[in-house]
């Protein structure tokens, strides 16, 4: 069958991962993948998208991309999107895809924590965390290197404690002087660990989730999801039981292609680019605009050596310059 | 004496159009920018709310350009304005500047402000006559300038071609600060409105509209807010605000008992909340929004400085207001580290949101 090969991509290109998700017509997911950013979106993105190609059945069609994360616009630009949309739509329309009847989401990603709050697939009201990243993946990351064990049993090691220690988390300079400190009076590596999530925990929920009305069912998203022990104090915490769903870690780039596919309908020629951008050479070039008291800080996107699009000026300017040459106007 | 005060809204040109007229000569500090406001953070104190660090660097610029004389408002209350002129006046003169200040507070204001004000028509020669003139011409100028604004705000979403309306907008401004009597007043305002009129626009488009409250110096002010009207406008929503310049002054004088919108009825709104008013916007961002859903706004979005004590009060308030009166409210607190990413992001989330409630709604 045709129809079936019809399919929608979504791509998620945050601080610290980027992921890409291909769902089916039907809303299944058909592949995903994660790898990390390492600071570089452009190639992130053609090594996502180069593994997921080695994956996909041969006659399979892409009707539709969404794009999502900081990096949306960016990515927009390179692959040839037709949504793009902030993460914050896009987590919400992948939990209410999942779990229809969702009341609250929790996500924790790299170098962000937000709460959405949804009733009867609406969101209502949502929060993020504004001047302090305390208590995101980073973070975690971070410590769990400085105490020499792998992120990924980070979780395990919280849950073996017996009882944690109390860490301020407030600040995270702070939290791991406050860590160090209690690594030299003699604590165990357990109890200052799930005592770190427990600190990290209360800071998300006194800032992030401050005044918002938390009910059940709750759905737990982002990387730091498939850390236990953050997953274990948030229960403890708020008192009900958490949800971990299955694609918690690429639930933003499943959210984007659902977006892609409500925004196609199945009828609408997509503006994918194509697979072929993964050999493509890409670059951006950036500039400071003096022409006002603004100085907006203007990027414009290089493909081919051909300037693409621009964007980042407040005025509107430098997108008109686009086809006539870009930035380099004389 | 050359005056400068701190940008304010179209305070400039009401106080550049009654100066031309009869004096005294005003040096306005230079449009605020960034620099402006490294200039500022360097000489605050670190944890001070953001409209301290853009004033000082306000007035910095201002005595490098010349100036001699600052006049500076004050308030008594709660409110962190009342302490900034004596702090103000003390780190000025620690970095060596020589300067008269001239503090206007609503206790003084007749002994102090107009008392000088009267002394100094009398020194220039200028009849009381002509003072009245002066004072109304640029009351008039402000009154355009916040109508070619209001008018950007209905545009913007309607534009085809995104930065025209603003483009717009700034040359009106241009044309109505060097208009120089009423006849050519007239001419600039029929200029705005041919002006307004040749913008490409969409009418089939039914923009989202959004109140924006809180704060006043964050509110009216395009470079404290991060432009957010602007980019409301070009998400497509159609914006107002609670605070204007001329609003301030008839509040001030008691002028605008004719108002629906007006702050007095704002803050009688927000009684049922908090009974007492605790000076400040506070009590006017609570009751703004319970005002504006009954003219079908959709959405509000409260600013406040990071670490504004009377907001802080007020954005906790704000969540039952929300929930009571059905109206979605998305709070910023803006201080000089915000990212223009978090402030995009969160738009365009709060964007989405509203208009998904609209079809829902439009559904049932």
């Not at chain 1, 919400?92 to 709050?117: N, W």
């Amino acid at each position: 069958m045709i129809d079936q090969m019809e399919s929608y991509l979504g791509i998620d290109v945050g601080s610290v991962s980027t992921n890409l998700a291909i769902l089916n017509h039907g809303g299944e997911v058909i592949c995903h993948q994660y790898l990390l950013t390492h600071g570089q979106p452009i190639q992130a993105i053609q090594q996502g998208l180069r593994d997921i190609q080695s994956t996909l059945p041969k006659d399979l069609e892409i009707r539709g991309v969404g794009t999502t994360g900081s990096a949306r616009q960016l990515t927009g630009i390179l692959v040839g999107a037709d949504v793009v949309k902030n993460e914050i739509t896009a987590q919400a329309m992948a939990a209410v895809h999942f779990y229809p009847d969702v009341r609250t989401v929790l996500e924790i990603g790299g170098q962000d924590s937000k709460i959405i709050i949804i009733r009867d697939g609406l969101v209502i009201d949502f929060g993020m965390n504004t001047v302090c990243a305390a208590g995101t993946g980073s973070f975690l990351d971070q410590q769990a290197l400085r105490l020499g064990i792998p992120i990924e049993d980070f979780g395990e090691y919280a849950l073996q404690s017996k009882s944690a220690v109390r860490i301020a988390g407030r600040c995270t300079v702070f939290a791991e002087s406050d860590m160090v400190h209690k690594q030299q009076t003699g604590c165990h590596l357990e109890d200052i660990i799930a005592g770190l999530c427990e600190a990290l925990v209360r800071n998300y929920l006194n800032n992030v989730a401050k005044g918002k009305d938390i009910q059940k069912p709750i759905l737990f998203q982002g990387g730091v999801a498939a850390n236990l022990g953050i997953k274990q104090a948030l229960e403890k915490e708020l008192g009900m039981e958490i949800l971990v769903p299955k694609f918690y870690h690429v639930m933003g780039a499943i959210g984007s292609a659902l977006l892609a596919k409500e925004k196609m309908d199945g009828t609408r020629k997509s503006q994918f680019k194509g697979f072929r951008i993964v050999d493509m050479s890409c670059g951006t070039r950036n500039l400071f605009c003096e022409d006002c008291e603004n100085t907006c800080e203007v990027i414009e996107f290089i493909m081919e050596d051909r300037p693409i699009s621009c964007w980042g000026d407040r005025c509107g300017k430098w997108e008109a310059e686009i086809s006539k040459g870009g930035l380099s106007r004389p | 004496m050359r005056l400068t005060v701190p940008h304010l809204g179209h305070m400039d040109i009401f106080l550049n159009a009654m100066a031309k007229r009869i004096g005294p000569e005003f040096i306005f500090p230079p449009k605020t920018s960034p620099r402006t406001l490294l200039l500022g953070m360097k000489h605050s104190p670190e944890s001070t709310c953001l409209p301290f660090k853009f004033i000082l660097g306000n007035f910095i610029e201002a005595l490098e350009r010349g100036a001699d004389t600052i006049a500076m408002m004050s308030e008594h209350g709660p409110c962190r304005l009342g302490m900034y002129d004596v702090v103000m006046q003390q780190i000025l003169k620690d970095l060596g500047f020589k300067f008269d200040w001239i503090t206007m507070d609503n206790t003084r204001i007749w002994s102090d402000y107009l008392l000088r004000f009267d002394r100094e028509r009398r020194k220039r020669g200028v009849s009381f006559w002509e003072s009245i003139q002066a004072i109304r011409f640029g009351c008039r100028k402000v009154r355009l300038c916040e109508f070619v604004e209001r008018m950007t705000h209905q545009m913007r979403p309607l534009e085809v071609k995104r930065g025209e309306a603003t483009r717009v907008q700034n040359d009106c401004f241009k044309f109505i600060d060097e208009a120089s009597d009423f006849k050519e007043m007239r001419w600039a305002r029929q200029q705005c409105l041919e002006r307004f009129k040749q913008i490409e626009k969409d009418d089939s488009r039914n923009p989202l509209r959004v109140l924006i409250t809180g704060e006043g110096y964050m509110v009216i002010n395009p470079h404290a807010n991060q432009d957010i009207e602007q980019r409301l406008g070009e998400m497509g929503v159609e914006v107002t605000r609670t605070m204007w310049f001329t609003s301030q002054i008839s509040f001030a004088l008691h002028l605008d008992f004719l108002n629906p919108r007006s702050k007095r009825k704002a803050i009688k709104a927000s009684k049922p909340y908090l009974s007492h008013n605790i000076g400040g916007e506070c009590n006017a961002s609570i009751g703004y929004p319970i005002l504006f859903k009954k003219d079908g706004y959709e959405g509000v979005i409260q600013l406040l400085p990071f670490g504004c004590m009377l907001e802080a009060v007020a954005k906790n308030i704000l969540v039952r207001v929300s929930q009571e009166h059905d109206i979605p409210v998305l709070t910023f607190s803006l201080n000089e580290n915000l990212s223009e990413t978090m402030i995009t992001t969160r738009l365009s989330a709060f964007v989405d949101l509203l208009q998904k409630r609209r079809e829902r709604k439009r559904k049932e």
